[in-house]
């Protein structure tokens, strides 16, 4: 699964600067549009022990359950481990700063879209 346009959420990762990290949240958009999340990742134990198997891939993961993981990440980030912390620091201090950049991102998108 894959952002095609840049993305301004806290768990999406800074833009276009990114440091590569280990954290416990899982589930995070990286600079080519990438989108890690347990369910999308091999069925094995995680080498770092964040995930165990049964939390990642398996048969009975459908396009609905996969979409219902990317809303959740979207709409509930867990922004004391962000992986963009200008984004996280905003989403839980100024949430009115931060949907004026998300828009701002989601303008320039647009307006990218058509060059």
């Avoid at 049964?54 to 979409?67: A, C, F, G, K, M």
């Avoid at 481990?81 to 828009?103: H, M, P, Q, T």
Wanted: charged content about 30%.
């Amino acid at each position: 699964m894959k952002f095609e346009t840049p993305l301004y959420h806290p768990n999406g990762t800074p833009i276009p600067w990114y440091q590569p990290r280990l954290h416990a949240d899982t589930q995070v958009v990286y600079p080519n549009g990438e989108v890690c999340i347990s369910i999308l990742h091999p069925p094995e134990d995680d080498q770092y022990g964040y995930e165990k198997a049964s939390e990642r891939w398996s048969p009975v993961q459908s396009p609905e359950t996969i979409l219902l993981s990317v809303i959740s990440m979207l709409g509930s980030p867990n922004d004391e481990s962000a992986a963009n912390i200008e984004a996280g620091k905003l989403w839980r201090e100024d949430r009115k700063e931060f949907k004026k950049r998300v828009r701002r991102c989601v303008r320039d998108s647009i307006e990218n879209a058509w060059e």
